[in-house]
């Protein structure tokens, strides 16, 4: 089904083997060889992904969520499950070409960051192409807002953090400000129903009661507006966080070594196909259904000229109306609940309720670029 019309550029599928197979080695010698790994329902989450090996034959996307502990996760995990994800978070977009291309070619997508740019932000255009990536590949170009601006072409200045495909046609890519280029993965029939890797705390938060931060709404989107619901699997992880803690002072670029380091990975909490049978994601994507269809039916009656139905786009009504917040609360908190299951398993009592609260946070405050916090945790910028 895939064509070679719909891949990536040979050299991009290159360069992105030797990326995740260097990076992926060295991170696995480091883990294995300088550390005591212990791992934890692997075997049921390699059944899911043998099940997705031939993109042809999916049916539903695939996220993982887990707590955010340390800036040195995505690489370490990777190898650890033996297969590819696409990253969502990253502290804004990449600040050069070169890094660029080096974030690009690992899978990880461009996003800003609200708290750096006014650019950021759950409806900016990288959440759209995540939206699209975990559904079926799209049959026609991009529409807006994810092609790229109408302008004299990409800024292709040595600063710039445009990165464009010379081997792919124009609407293969899309832009996150209306200047720069990227590829657009959910373009590509072999990324259809691709796997998203997402940590929904936002930064790096290091408890010594192992408690985690409130969830960002951004995961609420990758659940409620695909095509169809996708599998979500949650993760715990431990003992990261002292291979790189955020208190570290000498040699703070190098990890450190000798650490026991855990990883749990729990049951598909959307693996029943229906709401009757205990799928409680359907239950809400249902309800946004519901929304959409509500919010079309206005459009017609106020007579607006264009229909906007692209996957991933939203009104304004989608985006900032009571009930459509409420759901992304609600969505947003079933999946931390997922999350805080696993975490319970590990042996680990139940933390404060008011810990998944984005009150409590507001309360305590921030600190730019990270710190120590007033209950001892310390977070940090990714």
Known sequence: MASEARRHSLPYRLASAANIGIVGALCKAFTFGLNTPGIHGLDGFVGL?????????????????????????????QKQVRAQSTSLPLSGTHARRITSAWFFSGQVLPTHRLKHSPLGGLFQPTMTEAVRLVSAPLSSPHASPTTPAESDGPDISPSAP????????????????????????????????????VFPEGRIHQHPRRTMRYFRWGISRLILEPDTCPDIVPMWLEGYEKVYP??????????????????????NVAGAR???????????????????????????????????????WLSEGLMYGREAVQLREECTMEVRKAVLRLRRETGLPDEDPKAGLVETWREEGTIRGGGRMKDGSWVGDT
């Open 274 to 312: 229906t709401e009757a049978e205990g799928n409680v994601f359907e239950g809400l994507r249902r309800r946004w259904r519901g929304l959409v269809e509500r919010d079309e039916r206005e459009a017609r009656k106020r007579g607006d000229a264009v229909a906007r139905t692209e996957l991933g």
């Open 49 to 77: 992904l043998e099940k997705r090996t031939n993109p042809d034959e999916r049916e539903r996307g695939l996220i993982t969520v887990s707590n955010h502990i340390s800036m040195c996760l995505r690489s370490l995990l």
């Open 162 to 197: 445009s990165l464009s495909d010379p081997f792919s046609s124009p609407h293969l890519t899309y832009s996150t400000n209306g200047a720069d280029t990227f590829p657009s993965p959910s373009a590509y029939a072999g990324h259809r129903y691709a796997w998203i890797h």
């Open 246 to 267: 955020e208190s570290r002072a000498w040699l703070r670029p190098l990890p450190r070594a000798g650490k026991d380091i855990g990883v749990w990975f729990g049951e």
